[in-house]
């Protein structure tokens, strides 16, 4: 298991390293479970297609917290 927290500090212009990120899980016989943790709501979404396409669909996203819930 790998856990990348901040991993929108990671997204660069060409998104290499996130592309490899993702791309370790679709390697045969891979067991890797990967938990990414970032502070941008938009963050998927200004991901290139080739890295959306190895996010998978077990994607989780919480809501943000209110004031009275700090």
Known sequence: MIVVD???FLMTKNQN???TLFD???HP???MILICIANRL???????????SRMG???VI???YNHEQI
Do not use: C, G, Q, R
């Open 42 to 52: 938009d963050f998927p979404n200004e991901m290139i297609a080739k890295i959306k």
């Open 6 to 8: 901040e991993i929108d």
């Open 17 to 19: 390293v996130l592309y």
């Open 62 to 64: 919480f809501k943000t």
């Open 24 to 26: 370790w899980l679709h």
């Open 29 to 31: 016989y891979s067991k």
């Open 57 to 59: 669909v077990n994607n």
